[in-house]
């Protein structure tokens, strides 16, 4: 089993950026595509983000393309999503999530592990 857990969220102003962290424990992700996603008060949860196993792979949804960047440090085998220019739009509960069947350049597709999310609020 791989647990994963999120930091980073807190309240911002509309403009301004927050980093966000998934740790995970219990084995390694070296070999796991990883994923963002967000739900709104509201809404279905949607995709933010995916980066494959290798690093080389990253995939955006078209709301926070050219805003948000994914990474991740195999090392500490821990995921990131950097979030700049942020918008009132992009309040929501973030979550992280491992999918450990993708190819080395894969993006993430099933996802067998999931964190239990951190919350991002962003002020007008």
């Known amino acids: 089993q791989v647990q994963l857990v999120e930091s980073g969220g807190g309240l911002v102003q509309a403009g301004g950026s927050l980093r966000l962290s998934c740790a995970a424990s219990?084995?390694?992700?070296?070999?796991?595509?990883m994923g963002w996603f967000r739900q709104a008060p509201g809404k279905e949860r949607e995709f933010v983000a995916t980066?494959?196993?290798?690093?080389?792979?990253?995939y955006y949804a078209d709301s926070v393309k050219g805003r948000f960047t994914i990474s991740r440090d195999n090392a500490k085998n821990t995921v990131y999503l950097q979030m700049n220019s942020l918008k009132p739009e992009d309040t929501a509960v973030y979550y992280c999530a491992a999918d450990p069947s993708a190819g080395p350049m894969a993006p993430g597709n099933r996802y067998d592990y999931w964190g239990g999310g951190t919350q991002v609020t962003v002020s007008s």
């Open positions: 219990g084995h390694t992700i070296r070999n796991y595509a």
């Open positions: 980066i494959s196993w290798s690093g080389s792979g990253t």
